[in-house]
């Protein structure tokens, strides 16, 4: 016989006391159990503990929070009323107008300060006048109105007929007098417990609605350091005097003292000014010196991003509430509904100022290089997607790896190809040359319609303007390829020279920004540039453009792993860089689950009539030429000299990287290989057909 548990212990497995079934007549010996008895605390330590998680509750920390809006409100409160009534407001603003150079304003405060002082004198002579009037004018204003109430009690006498009305007047007034003193009788108890909440709700309104504005609470909020330092023009100047630049402490010793085009202003998650630097400084010497800087302000490294302001001789700096990177993205904002538009950008991520930045696609196309590992996969991905959400777009992915990052993308991609053969290389190349012929086309198309770009009425009317995006991960392995890469560099610059209005967008990532791996031409015609962390300023440069590390744009100052995920970009703002958290769709290589494989299947639900989707369009034919071929019909009966060869063969295939980069030596070289003979006259070689046809006829012998 069985038995079976009464119950269920607290982690829901099996126990509890064990039954014997009906019907049985043996007892059950319960099983003994080895262990250790833990006393629970008791007293003091019972209280302490149980206060340590009152303390440390969220809602204790709310009600904290809101507790504190109180003396917060009492101090705006009287901050206000003490400038109402003192000179500290135009102090205050003179020593602004004074810090930014702006002479004129300090003339038209110091104006104001002395209508003020001649106003708040007259106010004080007034308060000694005034009561000794009133004093004075109390009597006749009282017999003015008993000669008023006479008056109106003889009229009522008069009229009625009767001298006893005389007194009526006095009367009402002395009723109305006891009915006003019953009701403040009876409300002063209630007026005066009231007073006091009352007060306290105005100061705890008060204090919220300057917190909110003020970014008081924020820190706390963010997990940040309540104690950093909150940043003022003050202390960015003493910021600066103590970096270790001798002619900023020279200066600074001398009396210079910065102008600020820029007060410290809030900005999203931070603070950001612009301000000037005296001879012998410029904002490159700054941007050095940024961890100290950063050190000065009590800030992380990262928190602190000194540059090249346009105003020529300033400086412009954002500073994060301390501890605000730390935190990671927020969700993809379309990973569970909504759509993309590529004409007006792409969800990317967010900045530290807590803004939702996209990535413009049309219009623009697209570098992402850094170090492995470091987010770069992540951020074509995140585009990818964003693009696939666009109902009209047609999305092609090249990647020159056997990686599966893209696979769950492929029911609604156009063309995917991966993998480091030949064949794919091939391809890609082959599909530069279809889109830089196709961007010819579209410029034909446009003309016809009168139209100028692709905009999205137009590719919703024209199938056969549709937007294109088209991605070549790890880019080092297409463009460093011995035989296509030059061809696919040529291609790819070309291709984005023109495609702008077209509605063809380039996305490339890669690890090395070295020409091998990625043109510098295309780097330099490229809108958007995102860099994650890199070692050296040559490849932050080439990434970012040339001169990116001077000016103070330096990913080599993200922090490799912890700041994973996170890269400075150009192009997606006004600003002249931005510091984006991408936003980061889930994949676990382990188990195979993808966060994009719901958001791709919702995709092609909602894909336009007529949009290539599940990698339908076939790898593209590899060509294949011969040499003796393409010279046996580019030639005639004549000789011909070898370089006038390589111009036929290039007229004949001018998308065939063999002959683009082929010289008259190598072009010798070949023939010989063949077993063709040339001739040299006179320095130059030459190529006699008959010598050529041989050769074939002989080929041909040997295949039979």
Request: aromatic share 6%; with cysteine; charged share 25%.
């Amino acid at each position: 016989m069985t038995s079976e548990p009464t119950g269920r212990d607290e982690d829901g497995s099996p126990g509890g006391e064990l039954v014997p079934f009906p019907g049985t007549d043996y007892e059950i010996e319960p099983d003994v159990l080895e262990g250790e008895i833990v006393d629970e605390p008791t007293g003091p330590r019972r209280v302490i503990q149980a206060a340590r998680v009152v303390v440390q509750h969220e809602h204790t920390k709310r009600a904290g929070r809101h507790l504190g809006y109180i003396p917060l409100g009492a101090a705006v409160v009287g901050k206000r009323l003490w400038d109402s009534r003192t000179t500290s407001r135009y102090e205050r603003w003179m020593r602004m107008a004074e810090a930014t150079g702006e002479l004129e304003k300090v003339l038209e405060v110091e104006k104001r300060l002395a209508d003020f002082r001649k106003d708040r004198h007259q106010r004080r002579m007034d308060t000694i006048k005034v009561p000794a009037e009133l004093l004075l004018m109390i009597p006749k204003m009282a017999l003015g109105f008993l000669i008023v109430l006479a008056a109106f009690g003889t009229l009522l006498a008069v009229a009625t007929r009767h001298i006893a009305e005389v007194a009526v007047p006095f009367k009402v007034v002395a009723r109305i007098a006891e009915i006003v003193a019953i009701v403040f009788s009876v409300a002063w108890g209630p007026i005066l417990l009231a007073i006091p909440w009352i007060a306290a709700g105005a100061l705890w309104w008060t204090g919220r609605g300057y917190a909110a504005a003020s970014g008081w609470t924020e820190a706390g909020k963010d997990g940040g350091d309540e104690g950093a330092l909150v940043v003022t023009a003050d202390t960015i100047v003493l910021a600066l005097q103590n970096l270790r630049i001798p002619e900023l402490r020279k200066a600074a010793k001398d009396g210079w003292k910065p102008v600020f085009h820029t007060l410290p202003v809030r900005d999203g998650r931070g603070y950001s000014a612009v301000f000037t630097v005296p001879l012998g400084v410029t904002p490159e010497m700054i941007a050095d010196q940024r961890p100290v800087l950063a050190r000065n302000l009590h800030r992380a490294e990262i928190e602190v991003w000194p540059s090249a302001a346009e105003r020529s001789g300033a400086v412009s700096v954002w500073i994060a509430d301390s501890g605000v990177l730390s935190k990671p993205a927020p969700e993809y904002p379309l990973l569970h509904e909504g759509t993309a538009d590529v004409f007006k950008g792409v969800p990317g991520g967010v900045s530290p100022r807590g803004d939702q930045l996209a990535v413009p696609i049309v219009g623009n196309n697209f570098v992402v290089g850094g170090q492995m590992g470091q987010g770069k996969s992540n951020a074509c991905r995140v585009v990818i997607l964003g693009c696939a959400l666009d109902p009209l777009a047609e999305l092609d992915v090249f990647v020159f790896a056997n990686n599966g990052d893209f696979d769950a993308y492929q029911p609604r991609l156009a063309r995917y190809h991966k993998g480091v053969e030949d064949d794919t290389i091939a391809a890609a190349v082959n599909r530069l040359s279809e889109l830089y012929e196709e961007v010819g086309r579209r410029e034909g198309r446009l003309a016809e319609l009168g139209a100028k770009k692709v905009t999205r009425q137009l590719a919703q009317q024209h199938a056969d303007l549709r937007p294109v995006v088209a991605l070549f991960s790890e880019c080092h392995e297409l463009f460093g390829h011995d035989e296509h890469g030059a061809l696919a560099a040529e291609l790819a610059t070309k291709t984005a020279k023109r495609a702008r209005k077209t509605a063809i967008t380039l996305l490339f990532d890669t690890q090395s920004s070295r020409k091998e791996a990625i043109p510098p031409k295309l780097v330099e015609l490229v809108s958007v540039n995102a860099c994650f962390y890199v070692k050296t300023w040559r490849s932050n440069d080439g990434f970012l453009g040339d001169g990116s590390f001077a000016a103070g744009i330096r990913a080599t100052e993200l922090r490799p792993g912890r700041d994973r995920g996170t890269s400075l970009i150009t192009g997606v703002s006004e600003a002249q860089f931005e510091l984006l958290r991408w936003y980061f769709v889930e994949v676990d290589d382990d188990t195979g689950f993808d966060a994009a494989a719901d958001v791709i299947a919702r995709a092609v639900g909602r894909v336009a009539s007529g949009t290539p989707v599940g990698a339908s369009v076939p790898l593209a034919a590899i060509e294949v030429r011969d040499l003796l071929d393409d010279l046996d019909q580019v030639t005639g009966d004549d000789r011909v000299k070898l370089r006038d060869a390589v111009g036929l063969l290039r007229g004949l295939a001018p998308t065939w990287s063999a002959y683009r980069n082929m010289t008259a030596t190598q072009l010798r070289a070949d023939l010989a290989a063949e077993g063709v003979r040339t001739v040299n006259t006179s320095g130059t070689p030459w190529l006699d057909p008959a010598d050529l046809r041989r050769a074939l006829a002989g080929r041909e012998i040997g295949d039979e």
